[in-house]
């Protein structure tokens, strides 16, 4: 996918029969998960490979309208069936730190949507997308919607429900009912744990502003 040019007819309808078939294949292994015979899905671990190769497809469709909104439906629903289904899973402190940084790379996939970046893959971070200057010389507008407030708004919720979420299924993972944030401690993952979504909570810091118009992009 080229970064500088919406997504053409024909790559949308590709990209969006992609995702959606991979969002089914995954709830299906997902609901499968307790058989592991019969499912590709019977670990947190397998769960979040899978849900990390997605994640990383979504990240490639440009910033550029009308491609903008596809991008961020498709966060927000990858966002809200991780969020919803780890904790179908049994807490396991050996697959947290896999667990942990997953929800690093969307933090950051997160910020880089709601500042309308393009995703550079190798640094894992957004990047401020740079139209050359002999597309805008063609006269070519360049633009990128921005969150809208409901989004902005539905994503908040999200993480803080998760999150909290997280935190009743780590409560079931230690023995004898010891306090979960001691065993974090232990294996060096409490901050981390913490600090969870940090990033995208402060980009949203005043989420009742209304958005910005549609961002224009910088020529290089």
Known sequence: MNVTTPLSKAQERKAVQYV?????????????????????????????????NLLAFILRIPPVDPSTPLRTTFLLRLTGDVMNSVTGYPPDMADF?????????????WVAVLRSQIWDPDKGEGLDLIVPVDLMQSGTTIQSAPVSQT??????????TGTAGLEEWLAGSTPDGEDYELELERNDLFQEFNDLFANTL???????????SPTMMETG
Request: aromatic share 8%; proline share 6%.
């Open 202 to 212: 402060a980009e949203l810091g005043n989420f009742a502003k209304p958005p910005d």
């Open 97 to 109: 730190r896999q667990l942990l940084d997953f929800m690093d790379d969307l933090d950051q996939a």
């Open 151 to 160: 989004e902005r708004t539905r994503l908040r919720s999200l993480l803080l």
């Open 20 to 52: 959606e078939d991979t969002f089914m294949d995954i709830t299906s292994a997902y609901k499968k998960r307790s058989e592991p015979s019969m499912t590709k899905l019977p670990t947190l671990s397998s769960y979040l490979h899978a849900m990390q």
